[in-house]
């Protein structure tokens, strides 16, 4: 389905989302009577009641974010000094607020554990615009990943995302006002979204942190597959070969990266990979684990400027080294190994 206009999505979507909200809350007997009742048929522990808690959660989360950012659209005056960098700062700030209070709900209703190993980006490398090259794997990874940027590293995240993710209306009316760029392919195919990343690295000072997932979607064995053969029609066999060796990640896609690597030459770059999650591919999956009970491990490997290959193809092989490193260490990880 096309993405509607701005004007739509502002007008109508954010607005319906609120009220919605307003409902949920005014209606919370109604829903968690009938959660209660319906989950002693249902296998698992209070699935029904999780699920539609999850979903209350959420809403009010959008919802409040939404009132939120509607108060600070009035204080930069009508949106007219909304790219100042007070304003800028107070958007950051919101973000963590936000991210924070979701992820309170996630360990409390999910019983999810999130645990970082590794190169810390910021006591380990103070003083430098970073860009953070992560691997996509189950639901809600791109979340834990900016949260861990915004509340544990202090980091001011730039990100390249799809256009689709404009669906939600709090995300949509918060990253579009950051410096943040929602990816969708133009006429030009390939060439414009590579632009597009090229120019949103430009500029990056201290305490940014660029975020690209080179996959382009998160890891199935059938898109693993349909990465591989995609190679293959390019004429790629070589990168074809690489990428059939990768069991648990796609095939890296280089050319976001390597304009971001151009815009940003003093930047170092952060690989991120993460397990935990990554065996949840469809929702049938993500019902059958409620409540998750999970325990998330990130890792962080910093890689400074200066290590950093020279050559077009030099940089698109040591992608694909690193990218086997990821693929190994997520399967000695889920073996229990950090």
């Not at 307003?22 to 319906?38: C, D, I, Q, R």
């Not at 953070?132 to 791109?142: I, M, N």
């Not at 949103?200 to 199935?220: Q, R, W, Y």
């Not at 815009?263 to 019902?287: C, I, K, N, Q």
């Amino acid at each position: 389905m096309p993405l509607p206009p701005r004007w739509i999505r502002r007008l109508v979507l954010a607005p319906g989302v609120v009220l919605l909200a307003v409902l949920m809350v005014t209606t919370v007997p109604v829903w968690a009577l009938l959660g209660l009742a319906v989950s002693p048929f249902v296998p698992g522990r209070l699935r029904p009641l999780r699920l539609l808690w999850i979903g209350a959660v959420y809403l009010v989360w959008d919802a409040a974010a939404l009132v939120a950012l509607f108060v600070l659209w009035l204080a930069s005056g009508f949106g007219l000094r909304k790219r100042s960098p007070a304003l800028q700062r107070a958007h950051y700030l919101l973000a963590g607020c936000f991210l924070r209070v979701l992820f309170w709900q996630a360990r409390w209703t999910l019983r999810l554990r999130i645990d970082v190993v590794g190169t810390d980006p910021d006591t380990a490398l103070p003083g430098r615009p970073e860009l953070v090259v992560c691997r996509h794997a189950g639901p809600g990874d791109s979340f834990i990943l900016i949260h861990a940027l915004v509340n544990w590293f202090h980091r001011e995240p730039r990100i390249v995302l799809k256009a689709s993710l404009q669906w939600d209306p709090a995300i949509d009316v918060l990253l579009n006002r950051l410096p943040n760029r929602f990816i969708a392919p133009g006429p030009d195919g390939r060439d414009s979204v590579v632009r597009q990343v090229g120019h949103l690295a430009t500029g990056l000072d201290d305490d940014d942190a660029f975020v690209i997932f080179p996959e382009g979607g998160n890891f199935t064995p059938h898109r693993r597959l349909r990465a591989i053969a995609r190679l293959r029609a390019l004429g790629l066999e070589k990168m074809a070969l690489r990428a059939e060796e990768l069991q648990h990640v796609l095939a890296p896609q280089p050319g976001g990266l390597l304009a971001a690597l151009d815009a940003a030459p003093t930047a170092g770059v952060v690989f991120v990979a993460h397990t935990g999650l990554d065996r949840m591919l469809t929702v049938a999956d993500v019902w059958r684990e409620l409540p998750m009970d999970k325990r998330i491990v990130m890792r962080f490997w910093s890689v400074p400027p200066e290590e950093i290959p020279a050559g077009r193809q030099e940089r698109i092989d040591w992608l694909y080294d690193w990218w086997g490193r990821i693929d190994a260490w997520i399967a000695t990880t889920r073996d229990g190994v950090t």
